[in-house]
């Protein structure tokens, strides 16, 4: 393995040039690329390539490597199975498929609503309809219509399976090689550590196992995020308005990040200096963008308008009023040749947004599921609970995004992501386990940045990954998923040298003493209750009278976590943006440690 | 001395993240035939183990194997007591299958340690070299492919191999290294086809006097014979007493199958069987006769007959001949001079004769040739060149084996991953000959891995597109022809490195 080696012989071919660039940069090596020995595991397993191993050589292999675990984890059971009546969310996205390939697109957001109506934004539909396309070129059967609902077909499953890791690959991956690569050179870091940097942000426990094992196509997603974070970095502001405009319309939770989006390019607009023209032309191509997107929607409704097809066949009669916006009725002409478009995208948004839902669907670790164990707020009138997270969350994501509006910094913009996904998932409305998701892959991406992979930073970023896998425990438990939990999460924890299988992360010369001890004690109490509740949720029966204590318990720890990591990322962000007069620093930097 | 990264250990976590995953994977019939013996070795007393037969996989490996599954299935008794009834045929509940796949990952530690032994007793420059052999054994997709998704337990026997294999590498211990040997021939037959090697070097190196053939070291060979004796003794004797050895034979050695197995081992048949098959399209042509009775039996070479339309056939007396004349060349060689090395040598070109021109050879059967082969491939860059076709041809030629869609991008991502990474570090790591490179080899080598790529996309993808469900022969064919080659073709060039060094 260990390449690197001074080989006795002369290589008949010489090796690639690609040596040169990592000596270009070796004035600002980290600390990883100078210790003689590797500090974790990943570093060990990228050891050889230090120095004369061309990327190209290593990105190949990296890619393959990190996809081998994401197929044999695919290998495990996927939300839903063989669970009738309603299935899972595999059966949605199947359903999906579905619909899209047989019906009208005038009936997509219409048909059947209580069998998994499509209720993600159009870019879902049109990926969906791709993939329906080509799975039916291979048997038809497993999207035909009606017949195939609940279908468990063995290779039904390997082609969705399929699907994911291809629509990663062709998105997420590239986004977060290209991320990597810019960010790197932006903070400096040298390309090995960024080599490590990429293997521990695509290994992250949390998507694979929603992705790849659980069945979701959330990379999706973030691939775009990432991607439009990835052209900020290299200053193509429009792309960046692009990219997260195609986020938003694949999947409505990356409105988590939309106020970092518009606080960076607003700011970048502002400062130095009042940028008008360049301001609207972030407006006109996000507009343009989105009318793109709905496009095929409107021709659609007007072309089977056209032909005579009824977006709405199960309904006769006169059409009944619209789901939202009623008022909009009395302004418009009903009978008018646009009022089925009006109609259709009012069903669209009122799919998307389900107002209508409680504050919390199932148990998650946000704040307000962890105060309903204190106070029952559901007691309270849905309108004041409404206007409450709407209230804390703006509160909880107005300090990071005001810190990034007037220091519209490129370095700054994981930290900014993760704090406002952060405020969100922690106070905001209808909030899924799953979207812890979304903090936590811009808190990841700080592995890349500068000194990204020295010990403080692990600690944190690691933390919040393990907290996040672990959080969604409950969910993966009901199907059977404890293994490629176990499994993946361990994995994780072990590359990078975090506990459980390794304390030395949190005991390392120089820095602060204090303070690293008053980080090992909280994320100490962290691990140890995370331990302790896998031990009682494994071997203890809740009482009768409380038959939810164990994912309570749960609830409770995840939200107290996640509120430190929010304080974590928002310190930070304030640290870093220097926005505060130095003098603040020293008291400020102990406050957040608390 | 500076440690070397990644260490064995940490591989060892990281692989066995992904064996772990890989649970809920295809398994062929083996794991059902391990199920079973876990189940009689438990249930019945030793006298019936040989003659049970409720399930049509009966107990066919020798007796140390039995012993060892009995110890296994203690343990199973807490995991799962239904998997160990008789009559619980094919039963694989959940318990079941984490407990036998995970047997399979704890026994291969056995290999973890006895390469870590292998690095150990390296030296010098050659450290980092064994090193990354090592760790190229340990992460071999066949090992992957044949005991963690096909399911069976290689791994820890060719850990004992491998610990035999080391032990030889000092005369103080070469006693244990003829004894490891003993015991892992009373666990799987299939090693008696490197018994000559360890027969010959065994006898020179620790039997004769280093100084004269004439001289007999009589201590050594009491030692190593009563050692012997009671191995096979605890082996065999519990059953020798019942007078059961003649059916244990009859059920170790079956010589009612056929020359081929039902998908061809890529061995000097495969070929000898694709000349045949060409041969019947153009035999009307050139006035050769065609036996009509061999034609219905194209490629299917099913267990029991597999006939030759053109050909003259082949008799397992004809194979025996041909393996044992392949094995005394490099042997004859290894008595004059027994060295580490020659015997590391020998025992490859012995397993690579019995796979070549071996009985019912199976597929799985590459690894005898391509892990002894791997200790020692990295000594210089002739070696090295011998050892890449077999590589590819042997790794490909176990594709076969899984033929499920869920698994293919496992196994052909795995071995590609594994082909790059390693014959990329190889590359680094081998030093040059002091003697020069044969003419063309080095070439032959890359042209022959660059076909392996059109060759593995035809099999998996094109044919499947373009013919559907018939033909199902063709990629098969094609594979283990083409593996053949390879596996021949690496065989004649390490015969030359072997007798030129």
């Given at each position: 393995m260990a390449?690197?080696?001074?080989?006795?012989?002369?290589?008949?071919?010489?090796?690639?040039?690609?040596?040169?660039?990592?000596?270009?940069?070796?004035?600002?090596?980290?600390?990883?690329?100078?210790?003689?020995?590797?500090?974790?595991p990943?570093?060990a397993f990228?050891w050889p390539?230090?120095?004369?191993?061309?990327?190209?050589?290593?990105?190949?292999?990296?890619?393959?490597?990190?996809?081998?675990?994401?197929?044999?984890?695919?290998?495990?059971?996927?939300?839903?199975?063989?669970?009738?009546?309603?299935?899972?969310?595999?059966?949605?996205?199947?359903?999906?498929?579905?619909?899209?390939?047989?019906?009208?697109?005038?009936?997509?957001?219409?048909?059947?609503?209580?069998?998994?109506?499509?209720?993600?934004?159009?870019?879902?539909?049109?990926?969906?309809?791709?993939?329906?396309?080509?799975?039916?070129?291979?048997?038809?059967?497993?999207?035909?219509?009606?017949?195939?609902?609940?279908?468990?077909?063995?290779?039904?499953?390997?082609?969705?399976?399929?699907?994911?890791?291809?629509?990663?690959?062709?998105?997420?991956?590239?986004?977060?090689?290209?991320?990597?690569?810019?960010?790197?050179?932006?903070?400096?870091?040298?390309?090995?550590?960024?080599?490590?940097?990429?293997?521990?942000?695509?290994?992250?426990?949390?998507?694979?196992?929603?992705?790849?094992?659980?069945?979701?196509?959330?990379?999706?997603?973030?691939?775009?995020?990432?991607?439009?974070?990835?052209?900020?970095?290299?200053?193509?502001?429009?792309?960046?308005?692009?990219?997260?405009?195609?986020?938003?319309?694949?999947?409505?939770?990356?409105?988590?990040?939309?106020?970092?989006?518009?606080?960076?390019?607003?700011?970048?607009?502002?400062?130095?200096?009042?940028?008008?023209?360049?301001?609207?032309?972030?407006?006109?191509?996000?507009?343009?963008?989105?009318?793109?997107?709905?496009?095929?929607?409107?021709?659609?409704?007007?072309?089977?308008?056209?032909?005579?097809?009824?977006?709405?066949?199960?309904?006769?009669?006169?059409?009944?009023?619209?789901?939202?916006?009623?008022?909009?009725?009395?302004?418009?002409?009903?009978?008018?040749?646009?009022?089925?478009?009006?109609?259709?995208?009012?069903?669209?948004?009122?799919?998307?947004?389900?107002?209508?839902?409680?504050?919390?669907?199932?148990?998650?670790?946000?704040?307000?599921?962890?105060?309903?164990?204190?106070?029952?707020?559901?007691?309270?009138?849905?309108?004041?609970?409404?206007?409450?997270?709407?209230?804390?969350?703006?509160?909880?994501?107005?300090?990071?995004?005001?810190?990034?509006?007037?220091?519209?910094?490129?370095?700054?913009?994981?930290?900014?992501?993760?704090?406002?996904?952060?405020?969100?998932?922690?106070?905001?409305?209808?909030?899924?386990?799953?979207?812890?998701?979304?903090?936590?892959?811009?808190?990841?991406?700080?592995?890349?940045?500068?000194?990204?992979?020295?010990?403080?930073?692990?600690?944190?970023?690691?933390?919040?990954?393990?907290?996040?896998?672990?959080?969604?425990?409950?969910?993966?438990?009901?199907?059977?998923?404890?293994?490629?939990?176990?499994?993946?999460?361990?994995?994780?924890?072990?590359?990078?040298?975090?506990?459980?299988?390794?304390?030395?992360?949190?005991?390392?010369?120089?820095?602060?003493?204090?303070?690293?001890?008053?980080?090992?004690?909280?994320?100490?109490?962290?691990?140890?209750?995370?331990?302790?509740?896998?031990?009682?949720?494994?071997?203890?029966?809740?009482?009768?009278?409380?038959?939810?204590?164990?994912?309570?318990?749960?609830?409770?720890?995840?939200?107290?976590?996640?509120?430190?990591?929010?304080?974590?990322?928002?310190?930070?962000?304030?640290?870093?943006?220097?926005?505060?007069?130095?003098?603040?620093?020293?008291?400020?930097?102990?406050?957040?440690?608390? | 001395m500076t440690e070397i990264y990644p260490s064995l250990a940490q591989c060892a976590v990281v692989a066995a993240a992904l064996k772990?995953?890989?649970?809920?994977?295809?398994?062929?019939?083996?794991?059902?035939?391990?199920?079973?013996?876990?189940?009689?070795?438990?249930?019945?007393?030793?006298?019936?183990?040989?003659?049970?037969?409720?399930?049509?996989?009966?107990?066919?490996?020798?007796?140390?194997?039995?012993?060892?599954?009995?110890?296994?299935?203690?343990?199973?008794?807490?995991?799962?007591?239904?998997?160990?009834?008789?009559?619980?045929?094919?039963?694989?509940?959940?318990?079941?299958?984490?407990?036998?796949?995970?047997?399979v990952i704890i026994t291969e530690l056995l290999l973890v340690y006895a390469l870590q032994m292998f690095v150990d007793s390296s030296h010098g420059a050659s450290k980092r070299a064994a090193h990354a052999a090592a760790i190229s054994i340990l992460l071999s997709p066949g090992l992957l492919i044949i005991d963690h998704?096909?399911?069976q337990y290689n791994g820890c026997m060719y850990g004992i191999l491998i610990a035999s294999l080391v032990l030889a590498r000092n005369?103080?211990t070469?006693?244990w290294s003829?004894?490891l040997f003993?015991a892992l021939?009373?666990m799987k037959?299939?090693y008696?086809?490197l018994?000559?090697?360890?027969?010959?070097?065994?006898?020179?190196?620790?039997?004769?006097?280093?100084?004269?053939?004439?001289?007999?070291?009589?201590?050594?060979?009491?030692?190593?014979?009563?050692?012997?004796?009671?191995?096979?003794?605890?082996?065999?004797?519990?059953?020798?007493?019942?007078?059961?050895?003649?059916?244990?034979?009859?059920?170790?050695?079956?010589?009612?199958?056929?020359?081929?197995?039902?998908?061809?081992?890529?061995?000097?048949?495969?070929?000898?069987?694709?000349?045949?098959?060409?041969?019947?399209?153009?035999?009307?042509?050139?006035?050769?006769?065609?036996?009509?009775?061999?034609?219905?039996?194209?490629?299917?070479?099913?267990?029991?007959?597999?006939?030759?339309?053109?050909?003259?056939?082949?008799?397992?007396?004809?194979?025996?001949?041909?393996?044992?004349?392949?094995?005394?060349?490099?042997?004859?060689?290894?008595?004059?001079?027994?060295?580490w090395d020659?015997f590391i040598g020998?025992v490859t070109?012995?397993g690579?004769?019995?796979?070549?021109?071996?009985?019912?050879?199976?597929?799985?059967?590459v690894l005898l040739v391509i892990i002894p082969f791997s200790l020692i491939a990295l000594r210089?860059?002739?070696y090295l060149?011998?050892f890449?076709?077999l590589a590819?041809?042997g790794h490909?030629?176990?594709?076969?084996?899984?033929?499920?869609?869920?698994?293919?991008?496992?196994?052909?991502?795995y071995?590609?991953?594994w082909?790059?990474l390693f014959l990329?570090a190889f590359?680094?790591l081998a030093?040059?000959?002091?003697?020069?490179?044969?003419?063309?080899?080095?070439?032959?080598?890359?042209?022959?891995?660059?076909?392996?790529?059109?060759?593995?996309?035809?099999?998996?993808?094109?044919?499947?597109?373009?013919?559907?469900?018939?033909?199902?022969?063709?990629?098969?064919?094609?594979?283990?022809?083409?593996?053949?080659?390879?596996?021949?073709?690496?065989?004649?060039?390490?015969?030359?490195?072997?007798?030129?060094?």
């Open positions: 390449r690197s080696s001074p080989s006795p012989h002369k290589p008949r071919r010489k090796p690639k040039q690609a040596g040169y660039a990592t000596s270009s940069l070796s004035n600002v090596s980290t600390v990883e690329t100078m210790a003689r020995t590797p500090a974790f990943l570093a990228l390539a230090r120095g004369t191993v061309s990327q190209w050589e290593l990105l190949p292999l990296i890619l393959m490597a990190v996809g081998l675990f994401r197929w044999a984890a695919g290998l495990w059971g996927y939300s839903g199975f063989e669970k009738p009546p309603i299935f899972g969310d595999y059966e949605a996205q199947r359903h999906w498929m579905e619909i899209t390939t047989q019906l009208p697109i005038s009936q997509w957001y219409f048909h059947d609503l209580q069998w998994w109506g499509l209720d993600y934004p159009p870019l879902t539909a049109y990926h969906s309809w791709l993939c329906g396309k080509i799975g039916s070129l291979i048997d038809p059967s497993w999207f035909a219509l009606f017949s195939s609902r609940g279908s468990h077909d063995p290779t039904l499953k390997v082609f969705m399976r399929a699907t994911v890791i291809v629509s990663e690959y062709l998105i997420y991956v590239p986004a977060v090689v290209v991320f990597v690569r810019r960010y790197s050179r932006l903070s400096g870091v040298a390309n090995w550590s960024a080599s490590v940097a990429l293997v521990a942000i695509l290994m992250q426990p949390a998507t694979i196992l929603i992705d790849h094992v659980h069945f979701q196509y959330n990379t999706v997603m973030l691939g775009l995020v990432v991607a439009s974070m990835s052209s900020m970095l290299a200053g193509r502001n429009l792309w960046a308005a692009v990219f997260f405009v195609a986020a938003l319309g694949f999947k409505q939770m990356a409105l988590y990040y939309a106020f970092s989006v518009f606080a960076y390019l607003l700011g970048s607009c502002v400062f130095p200096r009042i940028n008008l023209p360049r301001l609207i032309a972030i407006a006109a191509v996000t507009a343009v963008s989105f009318v793109i997107l709905i496009l095929p929607f409107v021709i659609g409704t007007l072309s089977d308008l056209k032909s005579g097809i009824d977006s709405r066949p199960d309904i006769d009669g006169p059409r009944p009023p619209l789901p939202l916006f009623q008022g909009l009725a009395d302004y418009l002409d009903t009978e008018a040749f646009y009022y089925p478009v009006v109609e259709q995208l009012v069903q669209m948004v009122h799919r998307i947004f389900p107002f209508a839902r409680g504050l919390f669907e199932d148990k998650v670790a946000n704040f307000w599921c962890a105060l309903n164990v204190l106070v029952k707020i559901n007691k309270y009138p849905a309108e004041l609970l409404q206007r409450g997270a709407l209230l804390a969350t703006l509160a909880s994501i107005i300090p990071p995004n005001l810190v990034l509006f007037f220091r519209p910094r490129r370095e700054l913009l994981p930290l900014a992501f993760a704090s406002t996904a952060w405020g969100f998932f922690l106070f905001s409305y209808q909030v899924h386990e799953k979207s812890v998701l979304l903090p936590l892959m811009p808190m990841t991406l700080l592995l890349a940045g500068s000194h990204g992979l020295n010990k403080n930073n692990r600690t944190w970023v690691g933390f919040a990954n393990i907290l996040g896998c672990w959080t969604m425990f409950p969910l993966l438990q009901r199907v059977d998923l404890a293994m490629p939990y176990t499994v993946l999460t361990l994995l994780w924890a072990y590359l990078l040298g975090l506990p459980p299988t390794s304390l030395g992360v949190y005991f390392h010369e120089g820095g602060n003493t204090w303070s690293q001890w008053v980080t090992a004690f909280i994320h100490g109490a962290f691990y140890l209750a995370m331990a302790l509740w896998h031990v009682l949720a494994q071997s203890v029966r809740p009482p009768p009278d409380k038959p939810d204590l164990w994912v309570v318990a749960n609830v409770g720890i995840g939200a107290a976590g996640f509120s430190l990591c929010y304080l974590w990322c928002v310190g930070r962000l304030v640290v870093q943006s220097e926005i505060l007069p130095r003098s603040w620093f020293g008291k400020k930097d102990k406050a957040k440690t608390q | 772990i995953l890989l649970f809920p994977a295809y398994k062929s019939t083996d794991f059902e035939v391990h199920r079973n013996w876990l189940a009689i070795t438990n249930t019945l007393p030793l006298w019936e183990w040989y003659y049970e037969k409720t399930s049509e996989w009966t107990l066919d490996y020798p007796p140390l194997f039995a012993y060892f599954e009995w110890t296994v299935s203690q343990v199973a008794k807490l995991v799962d007591p239904a998997m160990l009834k008789v009559y619980n045929v094919e039963y694989e509940s959940w318990q079941t299958v984490y407990f036998q796949r995970f047997t998704i096909h399911f005369k103080s070469m006693l003829g004894l003993a021939l009373c037959h299939i008696l086809y018994a000559p090697a360890y027969f010959v070097f065994l006898l020179r190196a620790y039997c004769l006097s280093p100084k004269s053939i004439f001289r007999i070291q009589f201590l050594n060979c009491v030692k190593l014979g009563a050692g012997i004796a009671a191995i096979f003794g605890t082996a065999f004797g519990p059953f020798a007493l019942k007078g059961q050895i003649p059916q244990i034979f009859s059920r170790l050695f079956p010589f009612s199958r056929g020359l081929c197995h039902a998908y061809w081992a890529p061995n000097v048949w495969a070929m000898y069987s694709f000349i045949d098959r060409v041969l019947i399209v153009l035999a009307p042509r050139i006035g050769l006769s065609v036996k009509e009775g061999a034609l219905q039996s194209v490629t299917r070479g099913l267990v029991g007959d597999t006939s030759f339309a053109v050909l003259p056939d082949v008799t397992p007396r004809v194979c025996f001949a041909l393996t044992l004349v392949f094995q005394a060349i490099p042997l004859l060689k290894l008595f004059s001079q027994a060295t020659n020998a070109l012995c690579y004769a019995s796979f070549l021109f071996g009985w019912h050879v199976h597929e799985k059967a210089d860059r002739r060149g011998a890449r076709p590819v041809a490909v030629s176990l594709f076969p084996l899984l033929f499920t869609p869920a698994e293919f991008p496992i196994k052909t991502v071995t590609v991953f082909l790059i990329m590359d680094r030093p040059a000959s002091s003697r020069a490179r044969f003419f063309l080899f080095d070439r032959f080598s890359t042209m022959y891995i660059t076909i392996s790529i059109p060759l593995i996309v035809y099999c998996s993808l094109v044919h499947g597109v373009v013919f559907g469900k018939s033909y199902e022969f063709l990629p098969l064919m094609f594979t283990s022809s083409y593996s053949a080659i390879g596996v021949v073709g690496s065989w004649v060039g390490f015969m030359v490195v072997y007798f030129t060094s």
